[in-house]
């Protein structure tokens, strides 16, 4: 992963100001995206929660689903290249967040979306 914006916290402050980050990524063994790497890759995201507040609560995902928006051949032109992956937070509220991401192509192609709901204990 290669953090472009919302990099991890590096200070547990309270000073957060965005629930965005947006990465470049790819599996660690080079290998050709297919279906099972880009459903992992939708989950890469460490939660919203910390970036957003800057501080470290337990947090857990309570449901996931991925949208793929590709093909077989789509994925075969990827390769074993970067994706870009784009996650953020609308809401943070009685413990709960939800979060949404997407991964895209070199390219400039969508390739998957996903939806979470998280569970965060203040």
Same mark, same amino acid.
């Given at each position: ?30 290998r050709p995206l297919d279906f099972l790497s880009l459903a ?7 939660p919203r929660i910390w970036l957003r507040r800057a501080t ?14 590709? =093909? ?7 390769? +074993? /290249?970067? &994706? @870009? ?12 967040? =939800? ?7 070199? +390219? /400039?192609? &969508? @390739? ?11």
């Open positions: 992963m290669r953090p472009v914006s919302g990099a991890f916290p590096t200070q547990w402050d309270g000073s957060g100001e965005t629930s965005r980050s947006q990465l470049w990524l790819r599996d660690a063994q080079d992992a890759m939708s989950d890469i995201f460490y470290p609560v337990p947090a857990g995902t309570v449901s996931i689903t991925t949208y793929f928006h590709t =093909d077989a051949a789509q994925m075969a032109e990827v390769g +074993s /290249g970067y &994706l @870009l992956g784009d996650a953020r937070a609308q809401e943070f509220r009685n413990g709960f967040f =939800d979060q949404s991401a997407q991964l895209w192509s070199q +390219s /400039g192609a &969508l @390739l998957a979306t996903s939806n979470q709901v998280v569970y965060y204990k203040e």
